[in-house]
């Protein structure tokens, strides 16, 4: 069935630095890639996405890249503040319009 | 506008008993989604409503899981003779179109212990 993998489960960083959460799905029809950041206690909240027919897409220090091919995308958070502390989920949908989430990455930006 | 509420925030039940859980969704989306959530996994999907009917309840465990939308709006999740691996956070969350692809709006959950 369909599945999506993430990397790694938790990632601490500096404050400053940059931070990386890779996703691969199985379903060659999913054509829509949410990400969503979720805070303890809180609920999702969608932060950046890309459809399939972009290769990658940008918003101030949060960007997503889109490889079709090798069926994995990536986030990317640059300038990285304590305030970006928090849970990272993907996501993948295609014609079945049911999203599978990966597994989440725990971020931490040390002060 | 306000946007997705669930209620209750929180249900503590006993095992073998039954349980509901409310979704109010944003006004006039037509798609609603019903999830679990366990501690440190993602959302799991359960079932999708596009207006009243359940477009796709493949991810519902079994048959003590059943949801309803009757008026293509609020959404009720019902699980009978519920069990200790019901403990989770059930989300709802909604969104504008009928194809997939939109946003989705998540509500705060509702966290469901069965002791």
């Known amino acids: 069935g369909e599945n999506v993998e993430q990397h790694p489960s938790t990632l601490s960083v500096q404050e400053g630095d940059s931070a990386v959460i890779k996703c691969t799905y199985s379903?060659?029809?999913?054509?829509?890639f949410p990400w969503y950041k979720q805070e303890l206690g809180k609920r999702p909240q969608l932060i950046i996405d890309?459809?399939?027919?972009?290769g990658e897409k940008k918003d101030q220090r949060i960007a997503v890249t889109l490889n079709k091919t090798a069926k994995h995308f990536s986030l990317h958070i640059t300038e990285t503040q304590p305030e970006d502390s928090a849970v990272y989920f993907c996501?993948?949908?295609?014609?079945?319009?049911?999203?599978?989430f990966g597994t989440g990455t725990r971020l931490k930006v040390l002060a | 506008g306000a946007g997705v509420s669930q209620t209750p925030s929180n249900k503590v039940t006993e095992k073998g008993k039954y349980v509901e859980l409310r979704c109010d969704p944003i006004?006039?989306?037509?798609?609603l989604y019903w999830y679990r959530q366990s501690l440190g996994q993602g959302p799991e999907f359960l079932i999708y409503?596009?207006?009243?009917?359940?477009?796709?309840d493949s991810g519902l465990p079994n048959d003590r899981f059943f949801a309803v939308r009757p008026e293509g709006s609020v959404s009720t999740l019902k699980i009978q003779r519920t069990e200790r691996g019901d403990s989770a956070v059930y989300l709802c969350?909604?969104?504008?179109?009928?194809?997939?692809?939109?946003?989705?709006?998540f509500g705060p959950g509702t966290r469901l212990t069965v002791l």
């Open positions: 996501a993948a949908i295609g014609g079945t319009y049911k999203y599978i």
């Open positions: 379903d060659s029809a999913s054509n829509y």
């Open positions: 890309i459809r399939s027919n972009v």
């Open positions: 006004s006039g989306h037509t798609a």
């Open positions: 969350a909604s969104s504008s179109r009928a194809s997939g692809g939109d946003e989705q709006f």
């Open positions: 409503f596009q207006g009243t009917g359940a477009a796709d």
